[in-house]
């Protein structure tokens, strides 16, 4: 078992969309399938539309974002968890005027990003 502070983990940027993103859970805590990232979106910040070749799951911890996922569009609230299957096409915004703070849960040790058109 391990520890992990979150405020002690070093932060990085996405090369697509430049969010500040820490690595939470992966290989150099011992995982071996899965991962975590902690992820904080400004007041107008985006995760442009992208999917996965594997389950993944994105709790909101503070603020809301608006999620285009496939079709559908929801506004997920803080503590609220969206499943994301595989394949499915999604994006993330914060149309709200406080950051946002989320955890994305990762079924593959090391996440592979497909991007998409952006559709904004």
């Known amino acids: 078992m391990s520890l992990i502070e979150h405020e002690r983990q070093a932060a990085w940027r996405t090369k697509r969309s430049g969010l500040q993103t820490r690595s939470i859970v992966t290989r150099d805590c011992g995982a ?9 979106l400004l007041p107008g910040e985006r995760i442009p539309l992208h999917f996965h070749e594997f389950e993944e799951t994105l709790t909101v911890l503070e603020g ?4 285009d996922m496939g079709e559908h569009q929801v506004l997920a609230r803080a503590r ?5 299957a595989p394949g499915v ?14 955890l994305a849960h990762f079924i593959n040790d ?5 991007a ?4 904004e």
């Not at 809301?64 to 999620?67: G, M, Q, R, S, Y």
């Open 110 to 114: 090391e996440p592979i990003i497909i």
């Open 80 to 84: 609220s968890t969206l499943f994301v």
């Open 32 to 40: 071996r399938s899965v991962v975590v990232w902690e992820q904080r």
């Open 89 to 102: 096409a999604h994006s993330l915004h914060n149309r709200g005027s406080a950051p946002a703070l989320l």
């Open 64 to 67: 809301e974002l608006l999620v």
């Open 116 to 119: 998409l058109p952006d559709r």
